[in-house]
């Protein structure tokens, strides 16, 4: 199956446009990063421009790009990075209150998938410019990607595990997250804790505790 079948396979096609409202009491920044992110969600990425933004972050123009001096490319990049440190966090808040193995290993999946399959602009770039995110989908690209997310995650698992272990037990839920969302299966609902959780017993868990046996890890 190739790229292009499996990404477009995991989106959920929108019935109407979303309507997202940046808050106006926000930092400039926040609101053009919240507006970009609504019009995104609404027409693609390719169909915004710095007067959409503008517009629904409630500026002109010319104060969008003293704040952003960069324009469209200065955007987008602050979309990206805005989003990552959105998404990362919330992941570590889940992680981090975890009190045991399994439960670090459901909440960092489910919180992952639950952040990815709810964002709007994400789901619409999917469905409608699926080559803006299928180039990031080589080898390569999703290898660093992976270790990326596996390097965050790393210090959580390491609450229970030795470190080369944790490292390998973060890598593996990270691949089976990607993998679950790029080529979803009808009966794992990754957002749903309960689903998650006979996942992680079925298939991550066994996986990890032969790790620490091996070790001789209690």
């Known amino acids: 199956m190739s790229h292009l079948m499996v990404a477009q396979g995991a989106v959920t096609h929108r019935s109407q446009p979303v309507r997202l409202v940046p808050d106006p009491s926000a930092p400039k920044r926040v609101r053009i990063v919240d507006a970009a992110l609504a019009c995104i969600a609404d027409q693609g990425l390719r169909g915004t421009t710095v007067?959409?933004?503008?517009?629904?972050?409630?500026?002109?123009r010319a104060t969008l790009y003293r704040a952003m001096p960069g324009g469209r490319d200065a955007i987008v990049q602050a979309v990206v990075?805005?989003?990552?440190?959105?998404?990362?966090?919330?992941?570590?808040?889940?992680?981090?209150t975890a009190t045991s193995l399994e439960d670090v290993l459901v909440s960092g999946m489910a919180s992952a998938a639950a952040a990815i399959q709810g964002s709007a602009a994400l789901t619409t770039v999917l469905d409608e410019e699926p080559?803006?995110?299928?180039?990031?989908?080589?080898?390569?690209?999703?290898?660093?990607?992976?270790?990326?997310?596996?390097?965050?995650?790393?210090?959580?698992?390491?609450?229970?595990?030795?470190?080369?272990?944790?490292?390998?037990a973060a890598d593996l839920a990270v691949r089976i997250v990607v993998s679950y969302l790029l080529d979803p299966d009808p009966g794992v609902d990754l957002t749903e804790v309960e689903s998650v959780r006979v996942l992680a017993r079925r298939h991550v868990l066994p996986g990890i505790e032969a790790l620490r046996r091996s070790s001789g890890v209690a």
């Not at 990075?81 to 981090?96: H, K, W």
């Not at 080898?139 to 959580?156: G, L, Q, R, S, Y």
């Open 131 to 168: 080559w803006v995110i299928l180039r990031h989908l080589s080898f390569d690209e999703m290898d660093h990607a992976i270790a990326v997310a596996a390097d965050f995650a790393e210090p959580f698992f390491g609450r229970w595990l030795e470190p080369a272990q944790a490292i390998r």
């Open 81 to 96: 990075d805005t989003e990552l440190a959105r998404f990362f966090t919330t992941l570590a808040v889940a992680m981090g």
């Open 51 to 60: 007067d959409d933004v503008a517009r629904r972050a409630g500026m002109s």
